[in-house]
């Protein structure tokens, strides 16, 4: 099994920047693919971003050019850099590990963008 923990969420003015992180529990290898997902209120869950071995990644539409997906190895640690926050960013984001035993996902933080 692996434990993910997600921080970072909060409170953003428009225009403004985040960073989240998710740690898991245990050793992740580069191979399996780390994302992020989030889920506003009466919207379905969607993808973020995800990245895979070595740099690759993809992203929603709707965040590219402002969010950028990375990850540490080593720390077992996958990173999502927000930047131009807008308010339909306003969500609760999750992130999410396939391993070979199954998918994971983490316990959710609150990200709002509000004046």
């Known amino acids: 099994q692996v434990q993910l923990v997600e921080s970072g969420g909060g409170l953003v003015q428009p225009g403004g920047s985040l960073r989240l992180s998710c740690a898991a529990s245990?050793?992740?290898?580069?191979?399996?693919?780390m994302a992020w997902y989030r889920q506003a209120p009466g919207k379905q869950r969607e993808l973020v971003a995800r990245i895979t071995s070595g740099t690759s990644t993809n992203y929603a539409e709707s965040v590219k050019g402002r969010f950028t997906i990375s990850r540490d190895n080593a720390k077992n640690t996958v990173y999502l850099q927000m930047n131009s926050l807008k308010p339909e960013d306003t969500a609760v984001y999750y992130c999410?590990?396939?391993?070979?035993?199954?998918?994971?996902w983490g316990q959710g933080t609150q990200v709002t963008v509000s004046s």
């Open positions: 999410n590990v396939v391993v070979a035993g199954g998918v994971y």
């Open positions: 245990r050793r992740i290898f580069s191979i399996n693919p």
